[in-house]
């Protein structure tokens, strides 16, 4: 393993890679903290997405209530670098400008987020890093040592042996290990010394050490074994599968590769290693009196016998490994078992690791997925506010997890009416947010070719009723704005009522009377619309239940009442009121991992 160190960081930070070699070099770029609180006061962007927030998750952590959990993220295309603003609810700032959409970093850029400030550094004197070559032809875990042949897995050669003869009887460990008294043909068996166990252990050690699959350390590993074991004939790894619990064959060996040989597989054996976590040694399988009623071993011409298994960190059976002879003047011995345990253990560390490569491949491609979609849904999202004269709009939004079922829109109507949209799909996650994705569609559609906004909403309801998507609903509400009239229709599908704040802050609802049932329950509901009439000086905040249903450590809710009266306290500007509600929202919750998405929107006719 090769490690660079890129100095000057004010943390340094450590890359490590699995093979050494130089091949290029790749300037890394690195945000500094110069200001506010922070995880690190110093970090490289490696990744294609770094996102800045509120949240643990965060590439960078800024310590700040006013921050929001996911703020705003930097994306890495071809050595350029882009700034995004994640739909926060106090923005983010590029040398002071409040950016909208993507904006491309420069050197020295600094970037704010509320009190947080942050250079971009392009240039920095962070050492490159020296990546490894790649040699394309060379395929991982079969180039293992010369002179013996290793034989692909082929389960049609694996016999399984019967059990119906008696069941070896295993009472106990050292009966397990201790060779029966019989006599052996002669004492020219290999003995396994000291330094012919520090050997083998440092000979697995590099055989596995450069293995990151678990297809590729295994038959290294058999293919090592019978390097140190010249007596061996045949071997096999069976693997638990951590799905269905079952023992899989995962390598085979036979030496000089002959194909028509069958491996032997007693299940008797396995299961009871397996079990019980021991080894099991058979010098002479012909005289141990705990295989005498097997004649199967016999007929397929196995003489000796080692299995063991492979055990965790946890002492838990990850499998076994078992190795035969059927030499007649070769055995294994005790001495044998003991280096075969050893280099287990070290076989078992190797495949521990291989599997935590794989599992953080598979993470990283989850990760890779999940950012796309979290792309792909703020796209879904009004990039701008309505410019009605008259009227001032603000919105705000931010799902529990990277993407939600959260949804709100803008849409303009043929007629010079504009539609605002605000719902919430049951449950949240990627679920939720393919729900959301169609859902977007669906209601421009509807909304463009229909006579009135109830019309809208009860075909909107027929298609996701009659969708096939389970048990899932929506509750929706659709306010359609007339800025000629000042007239304003809604349409409620089991959404919480808006709230209406009059000009001498009198607080109300609308539409209760009309509302009827969420989306996707009845398909022929026919919904209602009710209107009122907008006045100057009124403000109105529709949202969702992550806002009234946040619940404390404490299992109490931030409740309508509170976000009420939030509204009737502010003087009626739009963003200050949605800053407020965020904020006490927040700080009610304090982070707790249970939040709903929340979204808000707000609509106010100036004086």
Known sequence: MTIFICAGYTQSCVFNFPTPGIRKFQSVAVLHVIRGQSSLPSIPIIRECTVLGRHPDCELVLDNIAISRQHA?????????????????????LNEVQIEGRSELKDGDLIRICDA?????????????????????????????????????????????????????????????????????????????????????????????????????????????????PVADQGFVLLKDADSDKLKVKATQARGGVKADAVAVSMTVVRYVMKTGESVLSENIMDDTRFKSSTSLGRMGVRSMMCVPLLDENEESLGII???????????????????????MQASLAIQNARLHEEALERRAFERDLEFATQVQLGFLPKTRPKVPGYVFGDYYEAALRVGGDYFDYIPLPDGR??????????????????????????????????SPAQAISRLNAEIASSGLGHRFITFLCMVLNPKTHELSVVNAGHLPPVLRSRDG????????????????????????????VTAGDT????????????????????????????????????????????????????????????????????
């Open 506 to 533: 009198k607080i109300s609802s609308f539409g209760r009377e009309q509302a009827s049932l969420p989306l996707g329950i009845v398909p022929d509901l026919a919904y209602q619309e009710a209107a009122i009439q």
């Open 73 to 93: 993220q930097i994306l890495e295309s071809h050595g350029s670098y882009f700034l995004e603003d994640l739909r926060s609810r106090n923005g983010t700032f």
């Open 418 to 451: 504009l539609a605002i949209t605000i719902a919430d799909v049951a449950g949240k996650g990627m679920p939720a947010a393919l729900l959301m994705a169609r859902l977007y569609s669906s209601t421009r559609l509807q909304l463009l070719t229909s006579n």
């Open 322 to 344: 078992q190795i035969v002879s059927r030499s007649e003047n070769h055995s294994f011995d005790e001495n044998d078992l003991d280096l075969l345990e050893s280099l287990a």
């Open 117 to 229: 400030t942050i250079k971009f550094d392009l240039n920095s004197s962070a050492s490159h890093i020296e990546l490894p070559p790649v040699d394309p032809t060379r395929k991982a875990g079969l180039d293992g040592p010369t002179g013996v042949e290793i034989d692909s897995v082929d389960e049609s050669r694996i016999f399984i042996l019967p059990d119906s003869f008696s069941e070896p009887d295993f009472e106990s460990s050292s009966t397990i290990r201790r060779r029966a008294e019989f006599p052996r043909p002669n004492d020219s068996r290999i003995i396994a010394q000291p330094e012919v166990k520090l050997r083998g252990i440092l000979e697995i050690a590099r055989a596995l050490g450069g293995q990151l699959e678990v297809d590729a350390v295994l038959p290294k590993l058999l293919s090592t074994l019978f390097n140190i074991f």
């Open 540 to 607: 109105i905040i529709a949202f969702t239940d992550g806002a009234t249903e946040a619940m404390n450590a404490d299992k109490k809710i931030f409740g309508r009442s509170r976000l009420e009266s939030i509204v009737a306290a502010e003087n009626g500007d739009v963003d200050e009121t949605l800053q407020k509600i965020t904020t006490e929202v927040g700080e009610f919750i304090a982070d707790d991992a249970t939040r709903d998405d929340l979204c808000l929107i707000g609509i106010r006719r100036s004086e």
